[in-house]
């Protein structure tokens, strides 16, 4: 099998909620996904997707994805789209950086793979080890009042593990906190996000006052060196998100002993291929993984729940729906929700079809 071309689309996600906030001012109502289409010489069609969480979140520009495509295209047509090792290779020799563009075809060559051999992506990735996934639902940064209400409604339609998004004036997060640890129920997993808002002193105050509640704190300050210096020194559990870049970065932080969990954001890492070494280094190492990504549709969606799926049950923290996140659905076949869980179907490769009447495009073709 070779693949014969590469057309890239893209798609407008709107959040499903008023504005999705987080700390340092950052605030998004609207998304810009790329969904990238790879045909072979026989027959089979591939889909991977990539939609960064806005242009300050993580190092990644949906207006750079067709620079990047463009630049990567000459290199993987006619090449064998099962080999995902050594097409990644190839790609990271045509293009240094831009591990978001690499994702998004790896991730369609991925989609080929499970096609040609008749099976859905989790069991080429290691079996369906997880068949039943824990979601977790964000709280977005508002109002204390907008706050408790949201998680409230999130526990009402049946989650039970919830991103609480901090980043508010310290003493203001420590007040609203306590007042949402009134309804805390047994079995909840709360995990404070401050998106690396804080200092290392403002976060030591932040965990000092509140180390009876039950909270893991995410990514505490902006560098991974501040991130470390406060481990050492937290009342709760650390969990590292946006200073974790590479495989390299993840082997650092496993050898610090730097972090208790991690978010495994696939596109961030360059795909499926990248994130399932990763998965395994941190599995072998005994630390939790929320797998998930930064946004995205039912494609997103689909490829980071296969990886979730075939992840050992005690070391999947919990994944995510993004694709209920929008009002915009940009593919059919997304993973199955219900009560606060997901599941991955048995079609083959990530088991999902674009909406290409929803994109826009052909905006590259190759």
Partial sequence: ???????????????????????????????????????????????GEVCPCGPSYMPAFSGGLPACLEE????????????????????????????????????????????????????????????TMPLHRIVPLASPE??????????????????????????????????LATSWQPGEVWVGDINGAWRRDQVARFSRSLEHLDLILEQPCASYEECLSFRQRAHHPIKLDECLNSVADVQRALQDDAMDAMSLKVSKFGGLTPSRLIRDLCAAAGIPMTIEDAWGSGIATAAYAQLAASTPTPYLLNTTDLHHFNTTQLAAGAPQVIDGTMRVGERPGLGITPDIDQLVGPILQF
């Fill in 72 to 131: 990567l295209a000459p290199h993987v047509i006619g090449e064998d789209p099962r080999h995902t090792s050594r097409l990644h290779r190839k790609m990271d020799r045509a293009l240094n950086g831009h591990a978001y563009a690499k994702a998004a075809i790896d991730i369609a060559c991925w989609d080929l793979l499970g096609k040609a051999a008749g099976l859905p992506v989790h069991v080429l990735l290691g079996g369906l080890l997880t068949e």
């Fill in 146 to 179: 907008a706050m408790a209400s949201a998680l409230a409604t999130h526990r009402k339609a049946g989650f039970r593990h919830f991103q609480i998004k901090l980043g508010h004036d310290v003493d203001d997060d420590i007040a609203m906190m306590r007042s």
């Fill in 1 to 47: 099998m070779r693949i014969t071309g590469l057309t890239a689309y893209r798609g407008a996600l709107r959040y499903a909620g008023t504005a999705y906030a987080f700390a340092g001012g950052r605030s998004y109502q609207q998304f810009t996904s790329t969904v990238v289409v790879l045909t072979t010489d026989e027959g089979l069609t591939g889909y």
